[in-house]
C-alpha cells in the first residue's frame, strides 16, 4: 500500500518483519548422514500384519485392517455414528490385547461410558481420557505408548498457547499434524475423527486430509438405519471400497449381504421413471434404484434436481436424451434420485438415469426384472465400463433376469438371451419398448 488508509499520507508505510511466534511446523530435519537416498531394491519392507478391527466392512474401507503407524482420519455430519464406529473398533483392538487410548474432546467421561454401556463395551480395557488440550494428550500418549490412539473429535483439541480460537482452522492444522507426527514417530495408529461442517467457526476436516494416510466419510443421512463408510483417499489400499453397516442398538453391524439392500426386495415394482442400475462400489456390485420425475416446470428456467449423483452429469445425460432419444425436456423440471442415500459417481450410471427419464417423460414401465449399466457418450452412443461380468453375475444372482448393457461388452460365454445390447440410446430405447 502506498497511501496509508488512516491519516492519508503517501509513502509513509514502513515494511516491518514480524517473529513468527508460531512454533515451528515443520519436521524436525533427520540427522545428515542418516539422509542419503537408498536404491529403491534395498528398502526394507516392514510388513506388519494389519490390526483387525474388529468390523469385516471397516476392514474393507482401510484395505484390510488398521496398519500400525498410520494415521485415518473418518469425517462424517453429526450424528451419524462417528463415536460409535470408533468406540467399537477401539474395544475390539483392546480385546485383542492392544492398548487403545480413547481422548474425547467432547463429550464427558460419563457420556462415553453410556455409549460404552449400549455398545456392550463397558468392561472394556480401552483407556479414556475427556481432554481437549493438545499438549495434555501428546504427554499422556508420550507416556503410556499405546498401540493405537482414538481422538473424538480432532476440532476440539488446541493448544492454548496459540491466538487462534478452538475450532479454527489454524488450530486444526496444528493439532492434526503434530498428532499425525507422533503416530509416525511412536509407531501407534492414529484414528481421527472429524465433523462434516457447513461453514462458520469451526474448520472441516478436508484441512487435514493431505496430512493423514487414510481418508474416511460417512455418506447418506442418518434416517437411513443403514451407514456408508466410503474411503476417499487410502496410501493402504483402494479408494472405491464401500463399507455398509446398519446401526442397531447395540451399535453398528456390518451387512452382510448389501447387494440389494437399496432395493425394495427382488422384484421392485415397474413404475415409470425407474430403473435398477447395476453399480460397482469398489470390489463389489450393489444394485441401486434409480428413480427419475419430470413435471411441467411453472417458471421459464426448468430445475434440475438431483440426490446421490453428481448434477453436472445428470445435466450431460439430459441433453443427450433431448438430442439423440427426441425427448423435449426444455420445459420439464427435472428430479434425479438414487433410492437409499447411497451416492453412485460412476459413469456406468448413465445408461439407467437417461432410461428412468425417458420412461418418466413417456409414462412408460421399464420390462420386468431388468439391470442396466452403461456410460453414454455426447453422441449419444453406449460405452463399455468396466467390471461388466461381475455386475450381470449379481444382477441375475438377485433374480434380475434381463440385463441391458453396452452392445461392446466382451463376455467369453454366459447366457446372451438375457442380454439386451445396445450400442446407441435411441436403440437403447426402441428395444425395450418391444420387449
Ligand atoms: P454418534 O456415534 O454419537 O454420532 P457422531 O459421533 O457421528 O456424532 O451416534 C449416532 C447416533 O446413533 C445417535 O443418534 C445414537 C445412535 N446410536 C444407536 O442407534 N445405537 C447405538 O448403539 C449407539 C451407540 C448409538
Ligand atoms: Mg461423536
Known amino acids: 500500500m502506498g497511501k496509508c488508509p488512516d491519516c492519508g499520507e503517501w509513502n509513509s508505510l514502513v515494511e516491518q518483519v514480524v517473529e513468527n511466534s508460531a512454533p515451528d511446523l515443520h519436521r524436525p530435519a533427520p540427522p545428515i548422514e542418516d539422509a542419503a537416498p537408498v536404491p529403491l531394491r ?21 484395505g484390510g485392517g488398521i496398519v500400525p503407524g498410520s494415521a485415518v482420519l473418518l469425517g462424517g455430519d453429526p450424528g451419524i455414528g462417528k463415536s460409535t464406529l470408533l468406540l467399537q473398533v477401539g474395544h475390539a483392538l483392546a480385546s485383542a490385547g492392544r492398548s487403545v487410548v480413547y481422548v474425547t474432546s467432547e463429550e464427558s467421561l460419563g457420556q462415553t461410558r453410556m455409549r460404552a454401556t449400549r455398545l456392550r463395551a463397558d468392561q472394556s480395557d480401552v483407556v479414556v481420557m475427556a481432554q481437549a488440550n ?57 484414528l ?83 430403473a435398477i442400475l447395476a453399480a460397482a ?16 416446470s411453472v417458471f421459464g428456467a426448468a430445475k434440475r434436481k438431483t440426490t446421490g449423483v453428481d448434477a453436472a452429469r445428470v445435466a450431460m445425460i439430459l441433453a443427450v436424451v433431448e438430442k439423440h432419444a427426441r425427448v423435449v425436456l426444455g420445459d420439464q423440471d427435472v428430479f434425479v434420485n438414487i433410492v437409499g442415500g447411497v451416492r453412485v459417481a460412476e459413469p456406468a450410471a448413465d445408461l439407467a438415469i437417461a432410461l428412468a427419464v425417458v420412461g418418466a417423460m413417456q409414462r412408460r414401465a421399464l420390462p420386468a426384472g431388468c439391470a442396466i449399466f452403461g456410460e453414454l457418450g455426447l453422441g449419444g452412443e453406449v460405452r463399455a465400463v468396466s467390471q461388466s461380468r461381475q455386475r450381470i453375475a449379481e444382477a441375475q444372482r438377485v433374480g434380475l433376469t ?32 418391444d420387449l
Open 192 to 274: 481421527l475423527v472429524g465433523h462434516v461442517t457447513k461453514e462458520g467457526a469451526i474448520a472441516g476436516p478436508k484441512i487435514l486430509e493431505h496430512v493423514v494416510d487414510c481418508v474416511a466419510y460417512f455418506e447418506g443421512d442418518r434416517y437411513q438405519t443403514h451407514r456408508i463408510v466410503r474411503a476417499v483417499k487410502n496410501r493402504y489400499g483402494s479408494t472405491e471400497e464401500l463399507g455398509i453397516f446398519e446401526m442397531t442398538d447395540a451399535g453398528l453391524q456390518p451387512v452382510r449381504d448389501p447387494a440389494t439392500l437399496f432395493l425394495d426386495g427382488a422384484a421392485p415394482r415397474r413404475q415409470p421413471g425407474s
Open 281 to 296: 462400489e469398489g470390489t463389489r456390485v450393489l444394485l441401486v434404484e434409480v428413480q427419475a420425475l419430470c413435471v411441467q
Open 402 to 433: 434381463r440385463i441391458v448393457l453396452p452392445a461392446r461388452t466382451a463376455l467369453d460365454s454366459g447366457s446372451e438371451s438375457s442380454l439386451v445390447r445396445c450400442g446407441h440410446l435411441g436403440e437403447a430405447i426402441a428395444q425395450l419398448r
Open 134 to 190: 493438545l499438549d495434555v494428550i501428546m504427554n499422556q500418549v508420550r507416556k503410556r505408548n499405546p498401540d493405537v490412539v482414538i481422538v473424538d473429535s480432532i476440532q476440539m483439541v488446541y493448544r492454548p498457547d496459540l491466538p487462534s480460537a478452538p475450532g479454527s482452522a489454524t488450530q486444526l492444522r496444528d493439532a492434526g499434524t503434530r498428532l499425525v507426527w507422533l503416530a509416525k514417530q511412536m509407531g501407534f495408529a492414529l
Open 42 to 62: 534395498e528398502i526394507q519392507l516392514d510388513t506388519t500384519a494389519r490390526w483387525n478391527t474388529g468390523l469385516s466392512e471397516f476392514d474393507r474401507v482401510l
